[in-house]
């Protein structure tokens, strides 16, 4: 059964940092990419960053060069950095681990989330 930890959220000032991080297990492994989300009230789940299991990384636009994201593949558990925090990063941030195999079969996996809000 995979279960994920998440850690982290909490209230910050604007232009303070939080760090996130999201601890895997019951099947998750290194092959699995693992990335972050967000879902702000009345809006979408959207993508904040990505990580592969080489290391490649993707980040949304909004997010590029104030939130870091990282892995330790040893114990499955990747982390989200987040400087220069904005009011409108308050949102609920959703670990994720996603794994597609040669042949086609396709794993996806969320955390409960954690809330992160940005405000005075």
């Known amino acids: 059964q995979v279960q994920f930890v998440e850690s982290g959220g909490g209230l910050v000032q604007p232009g303070g940092s939080l760090s996130l991080s999201c601890a895997a297990s019951g099947g998750i492994d290194s092959n699995f990419r693992m990335g972050w989300y967000r879902q702000a009230p009345g809006k979408e789940r959207e993508l904040v960053a990505t990580?592969?299991?080489?290391?490649?990384?993707n980040y949304a636009d909004s997010v590029k060069g104030r939130f870091t994201i990282s892995r330790d593949s040893a114990e499955n558990t990747v982390y989200l950095q987040m400087n220069s925090l904005k009011p409108e990063d308050t949102a609920v941030y959703y670990c994720?681990?996603?794994?597609?195999?040669?042949?086609?079969?396709?794993?996806?996996?969320w955390g409960q989330g954690t809330q992160v809000t940005v405000s005075s």
């Open positions: 994720r681990a996603d794994y597609s195999t040669a042949w086609g079969s396709k794993y996806n996996y």
């Open positions: 990580i592969t299991s080489g290391g490649s990384t």
